[in-house]
């Protein structure tokens, strides 16, 4: 929803990754959550605290390769 500010845009960064990511960071610990768009996985850095950078880091990493 818009809470507050519906239609208000704020500026960000994204982490684009490839969509399979998706479900291996969703069920991990600790859980990644981001959003699918054209078939990118986005996480959304503003919403990501900055001593949580190495936890993220680590998460995506985790996240075995492609065969």
């Known amino acids: 929803g818009g809470g507050g500010a519906p ?13 399979r990511y998706a479900g291996p960071l969703r069920l991990g610990d ?3 959550l ?6 990118r996985l986005l996480l959304d850095l ?5 001593a949580a950078d190495d ?5 995506v990493l985790a ?3 492609e065969d």
């Open 7 to 19: 239609g208000v845009e704020l500026d960000s960064w994204a982490l684009a990754l490839p969509e």
């Open 55 to 59: 936890a993220l880091r680590a998460a």
């Open 46 to 50: 503003r919403c990501v605290p900055a």
């Open 34 to 39: 981001g959003r699918v768009a054209r078939g």
């Open 63 to 65: 996240v075995p390769a």
């Open 30 to 32: 600790p859980p990644v």
